[in-house]
């Protein structure tokens, strides 16, 4: 059983380009969660998500960020016209339905802006 | 409002040493706390998870304790090694399933 898989494991922007992180769950694990690290930084939560549903998206920016888990393929992390403050390391974890399971992190996007 | 905090920032010592990390959170309604290892530019490893029902969990050299009443939880390292040298990171879980995390501890272990 694979683990959390996510990538690409680095990406490099310029300023107003587009940013979309991708993470795949491991199999059989139908909730996903993105974290991210700014450098200096501790870990922040920004959404949690179900298949086909959003279900705190609270740590998430007002703007230009969202954040989808359809019904099949990986759940993406999309940033739109990206600034140097995005700069970041992105994490992904999923956990299984059942909610006394744990929640298991992928290896990470490092974010570079231009 | 979850607030995690871990004492020290930093800490250097020489190999063979014992240690102890510190975790404090400000919300006992706790659901589970782990410990992490982040090693520089890399990923996360989860090392230890204590359900709040549990007051300790070990794996190894590595124990941690929980004492959700008072907010705390301890990492101790037994004869520590180079290879230990990295970022310790405390996460607490609230019930909405969120992790709330602490600043980390830079930890190096001196040959």
């Known amino acids: 059983n694979a683990g959390v898989m996510q990538n690409p494991r680095h990406l490099v922007r310029r300023r107003g380009q587009e940013a979309r992180l991708r993470c795949s769950p491991m199999?059989?694990?139908?909730?996903v969660y993105w974290y991210r690290q700014l450098p200096e930084e501790g870990l922040k939560f920004m959404v949690y998500?179900?298949?086909?549903?959003?279900?705190?998206e609270s740590g998430m920016p007002k703007e230009r960020f969202s954040a989808e888990f359809p019904k099949e393929g990986p759940s993406i992390l999309r940033i739109q016209q990206v600034v140097r403050g995005d700069s970041a390391a992105y994490f992904c974890?999923?956990?299984?339905?059942?909610?006394?399971?744990?929640?298991?992190f992928g290896p990470g996007t490092r974010l570079t802006v231009l | 409002k979850q607030e995690v905090t871990q004492i020290p920032a930093a800490l250097s010592v020489p190999e063979g040493e014992n240690l102890v990390l510190n975790c404090s959170f400000t919300?006992?309604?706790?659901?589970?706390l782990q410990w992490f290892r982040q090693d520089p530019g890399k990923g996360l490893t989860s090392l230890l998870l204590?359900?709040?029902s549990q007051r300790e969990q070990t794996s190894g050299r590595l124990n941690a304790s929980l004492d959700k009443s008072s907010g705390r939880s301890t990492l101790y390292i037994a004869a520590s090694q180079p290879g230990d040298s990295a970022t310790y990171l405390c996460?607490?879980?609230?019930?909405?399933?969120?992790?709330?995390w602490g600043l980390g501890t830079s930890l190096a272990v001196n040959p």
């Open positions: 974890a999923s956990s299984p339905p059942k909610s006394t399971d744990t929640q298991y």
């Open positions: 199999k059989g694990h139908s909730h």
């Open positions: 998500l179900q298949k086909e549903n959003i279900i705190d």
């Open positions: 919300d006992s309604a706790i659901y589970n």
């Open positions: 204590i359900q709040s």
């Open positions: 996460a607490v879980e609230n019930h909405n399933r969120k992790l709330i």
